[in-house]
């Protein structure tokens, strides 16, 4: 006889003898929790406990840590760079204490100029821009989680192939980081299509925003990750670490997540209730939706060049922040990689906090009906990108590191307040074209091509170098806010409009399940404390 204990303030015993030839079916109350148990099919069974945690809370949470691990390798590699290049200075001006590895079997350096650097990051973006609209369309046709898991897994795995090859070759390296950038660049277009199924009207810019914050929030963690375990551990530390832990979230990723909430056994009957009284009309992937893209109407839409433009921008800046920033730091005011790493961590912190923020806000202005979604779009982008644009363009005249570095905070926190509006934006424009809409927007990347490029043939171990990069980079940005300014919109295109339905040939495989019940009305638990942390989801 097994014995199943109910946690809480009300401790109860249920005592359960199984015939492995009856399904048996249950649904108990208590005042502070709600379990299911559930005879599956075998001899076992199996509780499954649901403390009013929203089963797109867990998506939300496992997108959040997917973009924290998939985009934290950009900043790995580039501190792992600025590292093992012996034309930079590892025992420079620093905060702590010298790097310990330094002189053993644990460092490395290499000839290597920061040129080569930077072609390998252009071979990441290369990679990357090839994979982006064929990564829309394969979302849409194919099961959009499987392909940002399988990104996630293949990329990590490339990170420990690195870490044991990179000394000795660059083509090795050169290869390696193309491959990288072709299986990453399939993630966005992705998780747009993961963000339509899962999202619910009133809270499309918060879900975007919790899940996208772990992109920008990466570039923090990873920074202090690897500049501690590059200075003090080993040289490679950093990529195995990074690699391994992308692994083990892949596997996760693929265990838990599901391609649609009508997907999802588990969904419960008040989550059920929001996504279908909420508009929620993305089903599953399905080959007629692929077959009827209107690609006439996306490709001459002004909002959706608008948008494109505003990414190839953002792209743009993205990687100047990400990976020549700290090359910035070391040129001008000579830091060592610890050092970089500290500094260049605390920008991504309040990024990502504004994102949280400015989704959450725009949700509600919106859903109050105090301002339209076409408005709520242009502030977030006008006044985080605007302000993120004029503030690259001063730091590229301070004459202190630590100016520069509260520059950056600053500017890099208006500039989540901006990506809690653009990164939504391809649902609004076109729900169930989403991911299309994405892969054609996120192809905007080569922005990071030109940026790269641009850095490698301007700088020079100079400020004036710097001031002339981060001043063009800058203006770019600017200009773009103010084309989204004038032809940015958050309203559904007419061109979008059919039925969603019409277009879905596929049926939901969602079991319909019936439970036996006691007469205690059941409890509403989403407002309690079973799940810390996730009570934005109402």
């Excluded at 010298?98 to 460092?107: A, F, L, R, S, V």
């Excluded at 505003?310 to 070391?330: D, G, H, K, L």
């Excluded at 202005?365 to 105090?370: A, P, S, V, Y």
């Amino acid at each position: 006889m097994n014995t199943v204990f109910a946690s809480g303030a009300e401790r109860k015993h249920f005592f359960i003898n199984p015939s492995p030839s009856v399904e048996r079916k249950f649904k108990v109350g208590l005042r502070n929790h709600n379990f299911q148990l559930i005879k599956i099919k075998g001899n076992s069974t199996a509780l499954h406990c649901i403390m009013g945690c929203p089963k797109r809370a867990i998506v939300v949470l496992l997108s959040f840590l997917g973009f924290l691990v998939l985009f934290g390798f950009r900043t790995v590699f580039t501190m792992v760079m600025v590292y093992v290049i012996k034309d930079n200075d590892n025992d420079g001006v620093t905060l702590f204490k010298e790097c310990t590895i330094n002189g053993t079997d644990y460092d490395l350096q290499l000839d290597w100029s920061v040129s080569t650097s930077q072609y390998f990051n252009t071979a990441y973006f290369v990679g990357y821009v090839i994979t982006q609209l064929p990564g829309g369309f394969l979302a849409v046709r194919f099961s959009a989680t499987k392909i940002f898991g399988g990104s996630i897994f293949k990329s990590g795995s490339c990170f420990v192939t690195l870490a044991f090859t990179m000394k000795y070759s660059r083509i090795i390296v050169f290869v390696i980081r193309f491959i990288q950038g072709f299986v990453e660049g399939v993630c966005q277009p992705a998780m747009s299509s993961i963000v339509s199924a899962w999202a619910p009207k009133s809270e499309r810019a918060r879900i975007v925003g919790l899940s996208y914050s772990g992109l920008y929030l990466s570039t923090s963690l990873a920074s202090v990750v690897t500049g501690a375990a590059t200075c003090y551990v080993s040289w490679h530390a950093g990529l195995f670490i990074y690699g391994i832990l992308g692994i083990i979230l892949s596997l996760v990723w693929f265990a838990v997540v599901y391609d649609s909430p009508e997907k999802n056994p588990h969904l419960s009957e008040k989550e059920q209730t929001i996504f279908e009284r909420e508009g929620s009309k993305i089903k599953i992937a399905s080959a007629d939706v692929a077959k009827n893209i209107p690609w006439k109407s996306i490709l001459t839409s002004l909002p959706v060049w608008a948008l494109l433009l505003t990414n190839v921008t953002r792209s743009w800046v993205f990687a100047t922040i990400v990976m020549e920033i700290p090359q910035y730091f070391a040129d001008v005011f000579g830091l060592n990689v610890a050092t970089i790493g500290f500094l260049t961590s605390f920008p991504p912190v309040l990024m990502a906090v504004f994102i949280i923020f400015g989704g959450v806000l725009m949700d509600e202005l919106i859903k109050k009906e105090k301002i339209s979604t076409t408005v709520g779009r242009k502030l977030s982008i006008c006044i985080g990108f605007g302000s993120e644009a004029a503030i690259i363009i001063v730091l590229g005249f301070v004459k202190s590191y630590t100016v520069a570095s509260i520059l950056l905070v600053i500017g890099e926190g208006f500039a989540g307040f901006g990506i809690a509006g653009y990164k939504v934006n391809p649902v609004d424009l076109a729900p169930q074209y989403a991911s299309v809409l994405a892969g054609l927007v996120t192809s905007g990347v080569f922005g990071a091509i030109v940026s790269t490029a641009i850095a490698g043939a301007l700088r020079q171990k100079n400020a004036e170098s710097w001031q002339k990069i981060l001043v063009i980079t800058g203006s770019v940005h600017l200009f773009a806010v103010i084309i989204y300014a004038i032809f940015g919109s958050g309203k559904q295109q007419e061109w979008a409009q059919p039925a969603y339905e019409k277009l879905v040939t596929a049926k939901s495989e969602r079991k319909q399940t019936t439970y036996e019940s006691t007469n205690e009305p059941f409890p509403d638990t989403s407002s309690q404390n079973g799940c810390v942390g996730l009570h934005i989801f109402k």
